[in-house]
């Protein structure tokens, strides 16, 4: 499951995706009369997306492409606690594409692992969303936090994240165990009501996160899977959850889900966490370790290791991977308010820009923006934009 996966097909017809062909007519081939489709429902009076305002998408208003390496493990992220060399040590890494959403939820997992730290001084290594959340936890249970890190916000691969609050291409469904669906299915209800409490209205003032509309678009129905549609397991967290299907909608396809997220601006989030683990008294220590010895060496009797795709190398665990993602950023428009999912592409609409994604490519470590995959992305997300504007300019010329 992730957000590229959902419905390639309909943008057969207005992007040439790699590998996107029409397909013949089989009941032609057959010499079979061909099948007649039922006359589409009449239009309702207010279809859903009329009232939204397209992206313009103008590649003059780009203000820049950008890249990051999503901390992916197959088999889904890593909470766990070892004793090596009398220490404790607590493993929080390998979110994937959705280390945004799940950081209070799994820095909670993370955390618990350690029954009393009051008073008790930690080491959290890592400065991106997970080490910073971990720091906010331990601190409310009373903890002397240090943080060690080489980066700090805004240079952190958190800050390269969407980011949308939904924790998807986050594991390869066939790798999943059922504890590791237990754990990812509490973090990401603990993170779904910690968030909230951290909205703020006008575009998420404060700490950047503010609830928004999301539209997936598709030519069939998009029916359930493990996670989202009626009865997944975070289906109770799509709020406003609807389908539309023909005539009920306006957008450039057959089928639209709605559902409502959060949306977090790492910009904004980021710093005030930062500014609320420092404020909270938590010193900070610079500094790159080169290999795991390293970090026992540390003086605190418990450590968090929360360094991302930094952990492979640290801690020698071959099975996490980068996956480069690569997105294109437009000028702010604030009329935008609403994110949209069509095909591979996604559109995210932040105070610091449109942000404009869609790009999936595993085990690629190369950070250089690619010009082909830019185009690609500004022309797909363009057609769809250009067409949903048509179809709401015919319907009302229709009225
Ligand atoms: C293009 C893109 C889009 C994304 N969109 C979304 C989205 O919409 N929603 C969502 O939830 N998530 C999204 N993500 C995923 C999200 O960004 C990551 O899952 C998350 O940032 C991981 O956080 P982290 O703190 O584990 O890692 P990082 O942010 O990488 O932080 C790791 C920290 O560890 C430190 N470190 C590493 N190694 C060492 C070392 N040897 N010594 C000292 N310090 C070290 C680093 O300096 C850094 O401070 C996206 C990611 C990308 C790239």
Redesign the pocket.
């Known amino acids: 499951m992730n ?1 590229r996966r959902s419905l390639s097909v309909f943008l057969c017809g207005l992007a040439a995706t790699p590998g996107c062909r029409r397909q013949p007519d089989p009941s032609a081939a057959s010499g079979e009369p061909a099948v007649v489709p039922a006359p589409a429902p009449p239009p309702v009076k207010d279809p859903e997306g009329l009232g939204l305002v397209p992206v313009d998408i103008d590649p003059a208003f780009e203000i820049r492409t ?6 992916f493990r197959p088999a889904g992220f890593m909470v766990r606690r070892e004793e090596r060399d009398g220490k404790i040590l607590v493993h ?12 209070w939820g799994s820095s909670h997992l993370a955390t618990r692992q350690v029954e009393s730290v009051s008073g008790v001084s930690c080491a959290v ?8 959340s971990t720091a906010r936890l331990l601190q409310l249970r009373g903890a002397k936090v240090t943080l ?5 916000p805004p ?13 998807v ?1 986050v594991f390869d469904s066939s790798g999943r165990t059922p504890e590791f669906e237990a754990q990812y299915i509490e973090a990401a209800h603990f993170s779904f009501r910690y968030f909230q409490r951290l909205v703020s209205p006008r575009w998420g003032v404060r700490w950047g996160v503010r609830w928004i509309p999301n539209y997936y678009l598709g030519d069939r129905a998009q029916g359930s899977n493990w996670i989202d549609g009626p009865g997944g397991v975070l289906h109770d967290m799509q709020v406003g959850f609807k389908d539309f299907g023909p005539g009920e909608h306006i957008f450039p396809s057959t089928h639209a889900r709605r559902f409502y997220t959060m949306m ?1 601006e790492p910009s904004v989030y980021l710093p005030a966490l930062l500014g609320e683990v420092q404020g909270a008294g938590a010193a900070i220590d610079i ?4 290999n795991a010895e390293e970090v026992l060496r540390l003086p605190e009797q418990v450590i968090f290791n ?6 492979r ?2 801690f020698n665990d071959q099975e996490l991977i980068p ?5 294109s950023i437009l000028m702010p428009q604030p009329q935008v308010n609403y994110n949209l999912i069509s095909g591979p592409f996604y559109m ?1 609409p932040r105070a610091d820009g449109v942000v404009l ?1 869609g790009t999936f490519n595993r085990n690629q470590w190369d950070l250089t923006p690619e010009d082909s995959v830019k185009k690609w992305v500004l022309e797909g997300q363009r057609a769809v934009f250009e067409q949903l504007r048509k179809n709401q300019q015919e319907f009302l010329a229709k009225k």
Not at 125 to 132: F, H, K
Not at 306 to 311: D, K
Request: charged share 10%.
């Open positions: 957000r950008i890249t990051g390496l999503r901390p929080n890494y390998g979110h994937g594409g959705g280390g945004m959403t799940l950081s290594i890592g400065g991106g969303v997970m080490g910073l060690y890190t080489d980066q700090l240079e952190t691969t958190s800050n390269v994240a969407g980011a949308q609050c939904w924790p291409s977090i500094r790159r370790f080169a929360c360094t991302g795709l930094g952990a190398e640290l996956i480069k993602g690569q997105l995210f994604g």
